[in-house]
């Protein structure tokens, strides 16, 4: 069993930054494709960011150029950095570890709110 720890959430002002993190108990944690999801209410999950295990990476359209993921496999950490910051990212952000079918875990999330 992996358990993933997110941290980081909060409320900002838009225009304004965060930075999420996530800590992972996977013994082999390199071996994990790591994403980041968020949940804004009333809506669907939907996929933030996406590190693979060497290091490329893909991002929602409306986060590209904002947002950027990173992964420390010695410290079995990934981090979300989120800039320029809109209402419209509000959400409770989810951090995903994913290694094959079957084998998927998830944080228990961390709320984001923009507002001013």
């Known amino acids: 069993q992996v358990q993933l720890v997110e941290s980081g959430g909060g409320l900002v002002q838009p225009g304004g930054s965060l930075r999420l993190s996530c800590a992972a108990s996977?013994?082999?944690?390199?071996?994990?494709?790591m994403r980041w999801y968020r949940q804004a209410p009333g809506k669907q999950r939907e996929l933030v960011a996406l590190i693979t295990t060497d290091y490329s990476t893909a991002y929602a359209d409306s986060v590209k150029g904002r947002f950027t993921i990173s992964r420390v496999n010695a410290k079995k950490t990934v981090d979300l950095q989120m800039n320029s910051l809109k209402p419209e990212d509000t959400a409770v952000y989810y951090c995903?570890?994913?290694?094959?079918?079957?084998?998927?875990?998830w944080g228990q999330g961390t709320q984001v709110t923009v507002s001013s």
């Open positions: 995903n570890g994913f290694r094959s079918a079957g084998v998927e875990y």
């Open positions: 996977a013994t082999i944690f390199s071996l994990y494709t």
